[in-house]
């Protein structure tokens, strides 16, 4: 079993930052990849940003610029740095792990937690 356990949401005004956490533990194999995902109401999950294992990042359009994502390897933590926020960046935010062993490939969601961006 794997467990990701996120931390950092909650209300920010427009123009605000957010920092997101998200600590893995249990039975992780070889990480190939970290990453956030978000999902709207009404909307289908999409990607925020992802970390691999050699540190390679890749960012939503809509984010680059004012998101970065960095990762503590030693501690199996992802984290999600929120600046220069937008209405439109309000949603659930959940993360992700990849992980595996030759031909095996797993991926793992954290519970998510709520992004609102208002005024």
């Known amino acids: 079993q794997v467990q990701l356990v996120e931390s950092g949401g909650g209300l920010v005004q427009p123009g605000g930052s957010l920092r997101l956490s998200c600590a893995a533990s249990g039975s992780i194999l070889s990480i190939f990849e970290m990453g956030w995902y978000r999902q709207a109401p009404g909307k289908e999950r999409e990607l925020v940003a992802k970390i691999t294992g050699a540190g390679g990042t890749r960012y939503d359009d809509s984010v680059k610029g004012r998101f970065t994502i960095s990762r503590d390897n030693a501690k199996n933590t992802v984290y999600l740095q929120m600046n220069s926020l937008k209405v439109e960046d309000t949603a659930v935010y959940y993360c992700?792990?990849?992980?595996?062993?030759?031909?095996?490939?797993?991926?793992?969601w954290g519970q998510g937690t709520q992004v609102t961006v208002s005024s």
């Open positions: 992700n792990l990849k992980d595996g062993w030759g031909s095996l490939v797993r991926s793992h």
